[in-house]
């Protein structure tokens, strides 16, 4: 850890030290115990919010997850993507000796042991959350998906000694995404912009003497950047109720005009080419988004009941807008399968492939992704074979 880990700021009439960590580090521990000693300040603001703190403190409280939910609103990527980030840091910390987050558990620790205040600096994670969805478009999250799947069932690399001593410089998440923006880029505005954004804002509101403000490394030149100007005040980050009903519209209208187009297949089907072109193309749409949806459970290592569920209703989802496949699936592997307190609470012990395809609440979600990506995957191939059994 070098002196570019701390800076030194002034904001209006209080003393701000910002500390840059990498949250899989002993330096890093060591450095936030230092600082604190040294600056003696009145306050202590650390990067979490209440959950994330009550997190650390008791660890995950993951049988509290509303697996329903989650499927509804479409956050399984997203979930997928914080266990799969959850994992990779938590192998990160076993191989260093120690576990993600602990500097900011010990920069608590410090401040609650002299009475300080603590400050939490970060955006509630469900808000944030729910802006990460709301922000990432279609293409956006058929990478992210694909970006998964590689995760999953792509080679894992053994880490080398000199990855292991780069990793202790590095906030590994922030670091991951930053080089990621391209890609997703609506995911590193959320996950990293906006809240170095409420970050800085929360900084700015504070009112004492001297705040020590514990971050990752990755966070850490952004907010600097954006202390030195005002910050308009923020909770939910700008998006109006506007804003969120016009996007939902949207959705709403593409999912239809989809819908609307095999529909208006099947109805020129039957009124020009007859019945049997219109069984044709039905056939069709059940062998390939089907077909599909069904290998995609079997690659989750779904039951064949949820599998037969996704063929069935995969071509029911292509004409109800609002009927997901991976919702069907997921349902009847939930039926089939219904997890246990124990599944909820191994999650943020999963390590490996294996691991996520036996814990029955992750093999939902796989369920879920890969039967929704083998639809939507079905959906282009079967255009082209539908209009030559209109045209022929």
């Known amino acids: 850890m070098g002196a570019g880990d701390v800076e030194r ?41 209440l959950a994330r703190l009550n997190q650390l403190k008791m660890g995950p409280q993951w049988r509290n997850l509303n697996l329903s939910q989650i499927m509804a609103t479409g956050q399984v990527y997203l979930l997928l993507f914080h266990l799969l980030a959850s994992s990779y840091q938590r192998s990160l910390g076993q191989k260093l000796g120690v576990m993600p987050g602990t500097e900011m558990l010990e920069a608590v620790r410090i401040a609650e042991s002299a009475n300080l205040s603590v400050v939490l600096l970060d955006r509630d994670v469900r808000v944030t959350m729910q802006r990460a969805m709301q922000n ?41 995404l930053a080089k990621l923006g391209s ?15 409420f970050i800085a ?6 009112r004492g003497r001297k705040l020590v403000a514990v971050l990752g490394k990755g966070h850490l030149n952004g907010v600097k950047s954006l202390l030195e100007k005002e910050v308009p005040a923020l909770r939910e980050i700008p998006r109006s109720r506007m804003q969120a009903g016009m996007d939902l519209v949207k959705k709403t209208l593409l999912q239809s005009l989809v819908a609307g187009i095999f529909l208006g297949f099947l109805g020129y089907a039957v009124f020009f080419k007859g019945i049997a072109s219109a069984l044709e193309i039905v056939w069709l749409m059940l062998l390939f988004n089907g077909g599909l949806a069904a290998l995609g459970v079997l690659l989750a290592r779904g039951h064949p009941l949820s599998a037969l569920t996704a063929l ?25 399968r219904a997890p246990q307190v124990k599944d909820f609470e191994e999650l943020g012990e999963l390590n490996s492939l294996g691991d996520f395809s036996r814990n029955k609440v992750t093999s939902i979600l796989l369920v879920v992704a890969l039967a929704n990506l083998g639809s939507m995957i079905g959906s282009v191939v079967v255009v082209p074979l539908v209009l030559s059994v209109l045209v022929g």
């Open 183 to 197: 890609s997703f880029p609506s995911l590193k505005s959320v996950l990293v912009d906006e809240r170095d954004a």
């Open 136 to 176: 990432t478009g279609f293409i956006e999250k058929l990478r992210l998906l694909v970006f998964l799947l590689e995760g999953l069932f792509g080679k894992t690399e053994e880490i080398s000694a000199q990855t292991v001593e780069r990793l202790k410089e590095t906030d590994v998440l922030n670091d991951l």
């Open 201 to 206: 804002r929360r900084i700015q509101e504070f």
């Open 9 to 49: 700021i002034r904001v209006g009439e209080s003393e701000i030290i910002l500390v840059g960590t990498a949250h899989v580090s002993a330096d890093s521990v060591e450095l936030v115990r230092n600082v604190i000693a040294q600056e003696q300040p009145d306050s202590v603001g650390v990067e979490l919010d």
């Open 312 to 336: 069935l209703a995969a071509p029911i989802g292509v004409i109800h807008p609002l009927l997901a496949t991976g919702w069907f699936a997921g349902a009847m592997e939930a039926r089939l």
